[in-house]
């Protein structure tokens, strides 16, 4: 498979509490099956009376990472979006998590791109977090600093950078 069909059909599961965001999202996402909810409540009743291939999960105003516990539990690949929750911190929870991805709001007009790079990693058997750095490094650094990635040695060892 083409990696550019690897996202065609997937069943998508959006939340956000922004209806701009589920809207720019679904619209991007075009050759997806998707649904969203912009609750916490709605999100939960979705995840666990429909199957999902892959979640995408706004950290801020809808509880997020409660959300993503459910989604784990249920297998479904999940990427966390924010724009308030953007901080080294909240990259290296949403990756112990088990999250598959962090992107910021002001990337996700790259959601393909992320998206497919999680389907990629999953049909080969690579870490879902494979090429995150690659993508994220500069703007990250543009962010938070150069030394953005000391704030966690363990974190970057075990993700297989070293410092």
Do not use: Q
């Not at 105003?61 to 909240?90: F, Q, R």
């Not at 049909?123 to 703007?139: N, P, T, V």
Request: charged content about 35%.
């Amino acid at each position: 498979m083409k990696r550019d069909d690897l996202l065609k059909g997937k069943k998508i599961l959006i939340v956000d509490d922004e209806p701009d965001i589920l809207d720019t999202l679904e619209d991007s996402l075009y050759m997806c099956d998707i649904t969203k909810a912009n609750s916490f409540n709605e999100a939960i009743d979705l995840l666990k009376s429909m199957h999902f291939d892959l979640a995408v999960i706004d950290i801020m105003g809808v509880d997020g990472y409660k959300i993503l516990e459910i989604a784990n539990e249920k297998k479904i690949l999940s990427v966390m979006l924010t724009a308030h929750a953007l901080n080294p911190e909240n990259i290296i929870k949403s990756y112990k998590e088990g999250a598959a991805s962090y992107i910021p709001k002001d990337k996700m007009g790259d959601i393909t791109i992320f998206l497919t790079d999680i389907l990629e990693a999953k049909e080969k058997g690579k870490h879902f977090w494979w090429c995150w750095l690659e993508r994220l490094d500069s703007y990250c650094e543009k962010k938070f600093g150069e030394d953005w990635k000391n704030i966690d040695k363990e974190f970057w060892d075990d993700f297989g950078y070293f410092m």
